[in-house]
């Protein structure tokens, strides 16, 4: 601030922020924002709804063992989640396979709705935490075992 005197927030501007995202985005990239955040809120209460009824099947299938999300009445910060979330949030929840890992594969193996995929995109997807670092994958077992698997 001392080089650039009252200057400074707009040299600041100039050199750090437009370098980094640029000085407007394209018309239609600024179509596809504004049409993505006017169904934001539609979009997230069809998520909840539909990870409700995930969590209900999951919680009564004779096959699982245990479900983890916020949601449930038997989850540690079930209470955190009532009041800082009253009409529901959060689709991501986890859930133990009743048996061992081969049971746990024979679950993956008969997916049709997810992928077993690692990446951070805007998939469903399914992860087993045994594979997640590579170490474990080399001793373990690799993705996909299943070729119709999408």
């Known amino acids: 601030t ?3 005197g009252k200057a400074a927030f707009a040299v600041y501007i100039r050199a750090i922020l437009l370098r980094d995202t640029g000085s407007s985005i394209s018309p239609f990239a600024a179509f596809l924002l504004l049409q993505g955040t006017e169904t934001l809120s539609l979009r997230l209460e069809r998520h909840i ?3 409700k009824k995930v969590l209900d099947f999951l919680t009564n ?3 699982v063992e245990k479900v983890f999300h916020p949601a ?4 540690p910060d079930h209470e955190v989640y009532q009041k800082y979330f009253p009409n529901g949030g959060g689709s991501i929840f986890t859930f133990n396979v009743k048996g061992g890992k081969k049971e746990a594969f024979d679950f993956i193996d008969h997916l049709e709705l997810f ?8 998939l469903t997807l399914l992860t087993l935490r ?7 994958a080399q001793h373990t077992h690799s993705f996909p ?3 119709s698997m999408t």
């Open 49 to 51: 709804e539909n990870t």
């Open 2 to 4: 001392d080089a650039a």
């Open 61 to 63: 299938h004779p096959k």
């Open 72 to 75: 449930l009445a038997d989850h």
């Open 145 to 147: 075992r299943k070729s």
């Open 130 to 136: 045994a594979l997640l670092s590579t170490r474990q």
């Open 115 to 122: 992928s077993p995929n690692c990446s951070h995109s805007l």
